[in-house]
């Protein structure tokens, strides 16, 4: 991949910045990418989840919705939404069996992979890497629980309305009518959206319309904003932690 110089500092510049590589020498950054190559799926792609016993991706560009399918009736659960940095179906880079879940393309997106004895090689001659592994597995053991938790406890418009306040990007609203913009589902369909709250498309859909008419949500242009933050909560059932002033960014990604 150092045959494109400006494609490999983009990767590098991105992996830099998330959680499962901040932090990590240049040097084994250049030794990890060294054995990367570059690829790219077109947007609405379902990728058959037998590619990911045989190479291991990570994501650069866009977005990845994985989920789990019910072949005999045709319902779906999104379990993770995956965005550049992060890897792709670590299960099976951990412990390299079957790994029955759908992986589905929300953008045109570019990842970077390798041979998947590659990348288990290279983690046991790089055993510092686990001071990032481990607790970007653990977050992602914690997004599990958070899905299992809701599915339980909660009906689907609190579920929904948690859902949103943690896609709430961090920091003071960017616009100075005081909305606060999403990350990563501000501009998924309500299908999309049903998936990651283990409801249908009709019932939410029904929830949001609510939510715009009571002027909590706003939707200009496909991308949906946060009005009344506070009013959200309440629908959360419990209130989700308030963004840090000094956490304040410019714009969701």
């Given at each position: ?14 992996l830099?910045g ?36 045989e190479?291991?991706?990570l ?15 045709g319902r ?25 879940v ?5 953008d ?24 990032n592994?481990l ?18 406890l ?15 990007a961090p ?26 709250v283990?409801s249908?498309?009709?019932v ?14 706003h ?9 009344e ?17 000094k ?7």
């Amino acid at each position: 991949m150092k045959r494109d110089p400006v494609y490999y500092k983009h990767c590098k510049d991105i992996l830099s910045g998330s959680p499962l590589f901040t932090g990590l020498s240049d040097d084994l950054l250049d030794d990890m990418l060294s054995m990367f190559r570059r690829d790219t799926w077109r947007r609405g792609i379902h990728l058959d989840p037998a590619i990911f016993q045989e190479r291991f991706y990570l994501l650069i560009e866009g977005r990845l919705e994985v989920m789990r399918i019910n072949q005999e009736t045709g319902r779906s659960i999104t379990l993770f939404l995956l965005s550049p940095g992060d890897g792709i179906d670590m299960v099976t880079l951990l412990n390299g069996h079957p790994h029955e879940v759908m992986s589905v393309a929300l953008d045109d997106v570019a990842l970077i992979s390798v041979p998947i004895q590659d990348a288990r090689n290279w983690i046991d001659r790089h055993p510092e890497f686990n001071r990032n592994l481990l607790p970007y597995l653990g977050e992602q053991i914690r997004r599990m629980e958070d899905l299992a938790t809701d599915l339980a406890l909660h009906d689907t418009m609190t579920r929904l309305a948690r859902l949103i306040l943690r896609h709430v990007a961090p920091g003071h609203p960017q616009s100075a009518n005081g909305r606060y913009h999403l990350k990563l589902i501000h501009d998924l369909h309500d299908e999309s959206l049903a998936r990651m709250v283990g409801s249908v498309r009709q019932v939410v859909n029904r929830h949001l319309q609510h939510w715009r008419k009571q002027g909590i949500l706003h939707k200009h242009k496909f991308h949906t904003q946060v009005t009344e933050l506070e009013a959200l909560q309440d629908y959360a059932s419990e209130a989700m932690p308030q963004p840090k002033p000094k956490d304040k960014v410019s714009s969701a990604r």
